[in-house]
């Protein structure tokens, strides 16, 4: 039997596309594509790409231990940590501490060390007020875990931060923090949410059915295999 599909250009681009619809469906059973929220860079430093409550305890008057969770896993009782921050997104800082007030300062305040073995070389409180991001209060976590710091860095935050004990007596409770430009968008993340999966896939579907325009990935104002195959190619190569 003669296939007009061999002669017949619509019914060509339709088979084409019915391909590549079954190929995005069966990447997405094969691939659960996630963006890690925790990624560890060195022995003491930890870029946390998303939004994410610490929980602080201590060591005696020596540490910081943070604690935290995510995607990615869970981290407990990491010392001082160096931690890397994406602007836009919000930080909490929960000090469980019983007698270790936690302060955000900026780079005025005088500190000497590496990642994970800072210290605070001053005792002066004024010039510790003076370092504290403005508005103090906000950037101060009193003991007791009732008053966080909660904080979304705006693009203008970008650059690099200490916290540190607000006690004078109580210097290497002291570690760095750096706040970086937020992602590229992932064009494939139709939901918003940070990951890649079926729910993308069917959102672009009914975009494309109902020739939303964020379904036309071509940005040529036509909706067809073309704009199906730019998707899957978005989709595959995953989120920054």
Same mark, same amino acid.
């Given at each position: 039997?003669?296939?007009?599909?061999?002669?017949?250009?619509?019914?060509?681009?339709?088979?084409?596309?019915?391909?590549?619809?079954?190929?995005?469906?069966?990447?997405?059973?094969?691939?659960?594509?996630?963006? #890690?929220?925790?990624?560890?860079?060195?022995?003491?430093?930890?870029?946390?790409?998303?939004?994410?409550?610490?929980?602080?305890?201590?060591?005696?008057?020596?540490?910081?231990?943070?604690?935290?969770?995510?995607?990615?896993?869970?981290? #407990?009782?990491?010392?001082?940590?160096?931690?890397?921050?994406?602007?836009?997104?919000?930080?909490?800082?929960?000090?469980?501490?019983?007698?270790?007030?936690?302060?955000?300062?900026?780079?005025?305040? !005088?500190?000497?060390?590496?990642?994970?073995?800072?210290? $605070?070389?001053?005792?002066?409180?004024?010039?510790?007020?003076? +370092?504290?991001?403005?508005?103090? #209060?906000?950037?101060?976590?009193?003991?007791?875990?009732?008053?966080?710091?909660?904080?979304? !860095?705006?693009?203008?935050?970008?650059?690099?931060?200490?916290?540190?004990?607000?006690?004078?007596?109580?210097?290497?409770?002291?570690? $760095?923090?750096?706040?970086?430009?937020? +992602?590229?968008?992932?064009?494939?993340?139709?939901?918003?949410?940070?990951?890649?999966?079926?729910?993308?896939?069917? +959102?672009?579907?009914?975009?494309?059915?109902?020739?939303? !325009?964020? +379904?036309?990935?071509?940005?040529?104002?036509?909706?067809?295999?073309?704009?199906?195959?730019?998707?899957?190619?978005?989709?595959? #190569?995953?989120?920054?």
């Amino acid at each position: 039997m003669f296939d007009t599909n061999l002669t017949n250009p619509h019914k060509r681009e339709k088979t084409h596309m019915n391909h590549i619809l079954k190929s995005i469906a069966l990447i997405t059973l094969a691939s659960g594509i996630a963006s #890690a929220d925790t990624t560890q860079t060195g022995p003491s430093v930890f870029e946390v790409d998303a939004g994410v409550t610490f929980s602080l305890s201590n060591f005696a008057a020596s540490d910081y231990l943070f604690n935290w969770a995510d995607g990615s896993g869970s981290f #407990a009782n990491v010392a001082d940590p160096t931690l890397i921050l994406t602007a836009g997104e919000t930080y909490t800082f929960l000090n469980q501490t019983s007698t270790h007030p936690f302060i955000i300062t900026d780079t005025t305040l !005088p500190v000497v060390g590496t990642d994970g073995d800072y210290t $605070r070389t001053t005792s002066d409180i004024t010039v510790m007020n003076a +370092a504290t991001v403005d508005p103090i #209060a906000d950037f101060t976590s009193d003991p007791g875990g009732s008053d966080p710091v909660v904080w979304t !860095p705006s693009p203008e935050n970008i650059g690099d931060y200490f916290y540190t004990c607000r006690i004078t007596g109580h210097a290497s409770m002291t570690g $760095r923090i750096q706040v970086v430009a937020g +992602a590229a968008p992932c064009i494939a993340d139709l939901t918003d949410d940070g990951v890649l999966n079926f729910f993308d896939v069917s +959102a672009f579907l009914n975009a494309f059915t109902s020739m939303d !325009p964020i +379904a036309d990935f071509t940005n040529d104002g036509n909706f067809n295999f073309f704009d199906v195959s730019a998707f899957l190619n978005a989709f595959t #190569a995953g989120c920054p």
